[in-house]
Nanobody, 122 residues
Framework: VQLQAFGGGLVQPGGSLRLSCQAPGFSIENYAVAWLRQVPGEEREGVSCLSGAFDSLYYADSVKGRFIMSRNTAKNTVYLQMNNLKPEDTATYYC????????????????WGQGTQVTVSS
C-alpha cells in the first residue's frame, strides 16, 4: 500500500497551500483516507478524513472553516486545501489509509505515506 503526499512549503500567516495525496496501490473509493499532522515532541493529530463511500467527512475543530478535504477519483488523489493558515498549523502532514470508515483517531490508520512539511511563518 502506497500513499504519496506532497505540496507542503513555507507560507506566511493567512496564506494558503494545497496538499495532494496520491494512492497508486488502492482505490480511494474503497477506503477512508485521512490527513494527520505531527509536530516534533507532540502526538499526531487527526486533521480531516473522508470515507471511501464519500458519506463521511470530518474535520478537527482546530481547522474547521479553514481546511477543505476533497478528492478526484479519476486521479485517485485526495487533497487538503488549507486556507487562512496560522503558525500553529506548522507541522509535518501525512496522508494515511484506514478501513472504509472515517475517523480522526490516528491509531485507526495502518498505512501512512511520507510526510510533507508545512511551515507557517512570517
Amino acid at each position: 500500500v502506497q500513499l504519496q503526499a506532497f505540496g507542503g512549503g513555507l507560507v506566511q500567516p493567512g496564506g494558503s497551500l494545497r496538499l495532494s495525496c496520491q494512492a497508486p496501490g488502492f482505490s480511494i473509493e474503497n477506503y477512508a483516507v485521512a490527513w494527520l499532522r505531527q509536530v516534533p515532541g507532540e502526538e499526531r493529530e487527526g486533521v480531516s478524513c473522508l470515507s471511501g463511500a464519500f458519506d463521511s467527512l470530518y474535520y478537527a475543530d482546530s481547522v474547521k472553516g479553514r481546511f477543505i478535504m476533497s478528492r478526484n477519483t479519476a486521479k485517485n488523489t485526495v487533497y487538503l486545501q488549507m486556507n487562512n493558515l496560522k503558525p500553529e498549523d506548522t507541522a509535518t502532514y501525512y496522508c494515511a489509509r484506514g478501513t472504509e470508515y472515517c475517523t480522526l483517531r490516528t491509531g485507526s490508520y495502518a498505512y501512512w505515506g511520507q510526510g510533507t512539511q508545512v511551515t507557517v511563518s512570517s
